[in-house]
């Protein structure tokens, strides 16, 4: 299975984006969600949703600005980011957790190639 994120690009503070993350084929994952990694800092979660049911997490930095969800029958999941801040700047990645704690990156198995996101003040 590999994951092929989209939706990156510049924008200014106060916009929107909305990413997109689909999946070559159907899987079982136990989450599929975004991190993101700033230039000389390290990767941290933003966003998750678990494959079978709906529940989500997002982290505090995001929580009402971004929203994630899920196309179960098309096998993506998106990221709907609002009221973008230049803080948000950095390369997303999505990726799929099979097991462990739903906020660590080395809880998640398989990992798309990133799509930047630029917010310019």
């Known amino acids: 299975v590999q994951l092929q994120a989209s939706g990156g690009g510049l924008v200014q503070a106060g916009g929107s984006l909305r990413l997109s993350c689909a999946a070559s084929?159907?899987?079982?994952?136990?989450?599929m969600g975004w991190f993101r990694q700033a230039p000389g800092k390290e990767r941290e979660f933003v966003a998750t949703i678990r494959w079978r049911g709906s529940p989500t997490y997002h982290a505090n930095s995001v929580r009402g600005r971004f929203s994630i969800s899920k196309n179960s029958a098309k096998n993506t999941v998106s990221l709907q980011m609002n009221s973008l801040k230049p803080e948000d700047t950095a390369v997303y990645y999505c990726?799929?957790?099979?097991?462990?704690?739903?906020?660590?990156?080395?809880?998640?198995?398989?990992w798309g190639q990133g799509t930047l996101v630029t917010v310019s003040s």
């Open positions: 990726a799929a957790s099979s097991s462990g704690d739903y906020y660590k990156p080395e809880s998640y198995d398989l």
């Open positions: 084929r159907t899987f079982d994952y136990h989450y």
